[in-house]
């Protein structure tokens, strides 16, 4: 496929994420709730990263808890050690990113609750993952992460409503409303 195949693909998998019933990002909000997390680190690279970027203000809106976007190869002891337990996120489109991969397994060492988030599953981050939140996006081969980039912001987005939802700072008909006009942004993207 070309890219402006995944991008064409692009709205069709948001409004089916839109729709999805997702058990795996209420545990992890559930567990950031129950287990006294006070801040999210959200870490990849790329595209990653940069989807990271965008999802931040909605995420630090939602959960009402610092969110912090780091490159994986800046996780070190020192800046996990600040702040008390922290959820580290490590997105990788590919599933592979070995930078990734290290810097939640240092997380983890010491401590802080973790999740993968990759578009492909099973992904090599899962492994240093204690919640596993797959992107429904499918497989992107193409060099440019477009749909992949789309679904990873959507993911964070939705991971931060079940946060709200879990501390009951949003109810059902809010919930409604923010997937509504989501729904409607994804109807007018180009197909």
């Not at 069709?12 to 058990?23: A, I, W």
């Not at 596993?132 to 440019?144: D, H, K, R, S, W």
Request: hydrophobic share 40%; net charge neutral; with cysteine.
């Amino acid at each position: 496929m070309q890219v402006e195949d995944y991008m064409n693909e692009t709205p069709l998998r948001l409004l089916e994420m839109l729709t999805q019933t997702r058990e795996d990002l209420w545990r992890a909000a559930q567990a950031l709730t129950e287990r006294g997390v006070t801040r999210i680190i959200l870490t990849g690279s790329g595209t990653s990263y940069h989807g990271a970027l965008t999802a931040r203000a909605f995420m630090q809106r939602w959960c009402a808890l610092p969110v912090d976007v780091c490159w994986p190869f800046m996780l070190d002891n020192e800046t996990l050690a600040r702040s008390g337990k922290a959820l580290v996120v490590g997105i990788s489109q590919g599933g592979g990113s070995l930078s990734t991969l290290a810097g939640m397994e240092r997380a983890r060492d010491i401590g802080h609750i973790t999740a993968s988030m990759a578009g492909v599953a099973p992904a090599t981050i899962d492994r240093a993952a204690d919640y596993i939140l797959t992107v429904p996006c499918g497989e992107e081969t193409a060099g440019a992460k477009t749909k992949g980039y789309h679904c990873t912001v959507l993911n964070l987005m939705l991971l931060a409503l079940a946060v709200a939802g879990q501390q009951q700072r949003l109810d059902g008909e809010q919930r409604r409303s923010l997937l509504l006009r989501m729904e409607k942004t994804f109807n007018h993207l180009p197909r």
